[in-house]
């Protein structure tokens, strides 16, 4: 099993950036694909990066490609989202997400979940 908190979200102006992170518990972390999920208000939640236990697969959704980096630390159990020039519809609760590597990174069938971070980008 994998235990999985968020921390890094704010307030933010658009164009500004912040770096949102997850830490994990657990002996065999690169064992796990992680990814990010976002939920706005009244919409679904959509998968928007991942990255493969050993950083070999990465997958942007088209809405943060170029915006938004992922990356990830095996020897610290952490996976970094850098989001840059934020726009107000990036506004949602961020979560991030595991599962067992060697599966498609898109296909949104995570096992386990952090409890989420807020992130509000002011226009």
């Known amino acids: 099993q994998v235990q999985l908190v968020e921390s890094g979200g704010g307030l933010v102006q658009a164009g500004g950036s912040l770096r949102l992170s997850c830490a994990a518990s657990g002996r065999t972390f690169s064992m796990y694909t992680v990814g990010w999920f976002r939920q706005a208000a009244g919409k679904e939640r959509e998968l928007v990066a991942a990255i493969s236990g050993r950083s070999v697969l990465i997958y942007y959704a088209d809405s943060v490609k170029g915006r938004f980096t992922i990356s990830r630390d095996n020897a610290k159990n952490t996976v970094h989202l850098r989001m840059n020039n934020l726009k107000p519809e990036d506004t949602a609760v961020y979560y991030c997400?595991?599962?067992?590597?060697?599966?498609?990174?898109?296909?949104?069938?995570?096992?386990?979940w952090g409890q989420g971070t807020q992130v509000t980008v002011s226009s």
């Open positions: 997400a595991a599962k067992s590597t060697g599966q498609r990174l898109d296909i949104p069938d995570y096992d386990y």
